[in-house]
């Protein structure tokens, strides 16, 4: 059964500010590390996702950083916009057998201020 | 295109009463999932699908929790006997293929009120 510990809960940041946001997992398959934004009334909805044998990867204005030996990932908003206000959730691997399934983290709500 | 659908998107039950929830995912998706999420937290796994195949249905909370996809589009999420604490938001989400690389393509969810 994975477990995974997304910090902080809540984060309130000026217009252009660098959120970010970090994960951290216990064990997991294989590295497969997305982080889904979700706005009020609406389900989740894939932001940007990690693959094996990459320690960071950028999309945009986000980026993900992913330190295997600690067990943990963050997510980074460079310039962030008011617009951005939503709830990040972050992901792991099952660590057992299923290749399907994801446990997510109890999310963080982010507020960007004008 | 249509993107994964649910409804009714709103339910208030009383306690006792059954509830079936509705799921049209993306068409020629493989995959579905259903959630569960509760107030500031996290989508729960409850049960997956593959095609017709319920595979897992491990985080269904008990027996009262039912939930089929009988032709392998459509899925509906059954729960009898609702009690309070089944109150929640209950997410459907569905993908292309089997991997848990697939990207998971959520619809808004029912939001679940039991009185």
């Known amino acids: 059964q994975q477990q995974v510990k997304q910090s902080p809960q809540s984060l309130i940041v000026q217009k252009g500010g660098i959120p970010i946001i970090n994960c951290a997992y216990e064990n997991t398959a294989f590295d497969y590390f997305p982080w889904y934004q979700q706005f009020p009334g609406k389900g989740p909805a894939l932001l940007i996702a990690i693959r094996p044998d990459v320690s960071e990867k950028k999309e945009g204005r986000f980026t993900i950083s992913f330190n295997k030996s600690a067990k943990q990932f963050s997510l980074h908003i460079m310039d962030s916009q008011p617009g951005d206000s939503a709830t990040y959730f972050c992901?792991?691997?099952?660590?057992?057998?299923?290749?399907?399934?994801?446990?997510f983290g109890k999310g963080t709500l982010l507020t960007v201020n004008p | 295109g249509a993107g994964v659908s649910q409804s009714p998107r709103y339910k208030v039950a009383k306690r006792g009463q059954d509830v079936a929830l509705r799921c049209d995912p993306i068409?020629?998706?493989?995959?579905l999932f259903w959630y569960q999420q509760a107030l500031g937290q996290g989508p729960e796994f409850l049960t997956y699908f593959q095609n017709e195949a319920q595979l897992d249905k491990s985080g269904l909370p008990s027996d009262r929790f039912f939930a089929e996809r009988p032709e392998g589009s459509v899925s509906t999420l059954k729960i009898q006997r609702t009690q309070q604490e089944d109150s929640a938001v209950y997410l459907c989400?569905?993908?292309?293929?089997?991997?848990?690389?697939?990207?998971?393509?959520f619809g808004p969810g029912t939001r679940l009120t039991v009185l």
């Open positions: 992901a792991a691997p099952n660590s057992g057998g299923s290749n399907y399934k994801l446990t």
């Open positions: 068409s020629g998706h493989v995959s």
């Open positions: 989400a569905s993908s292309l293929g089997p991997l848990t690389t697939d990207t998971q393509y």
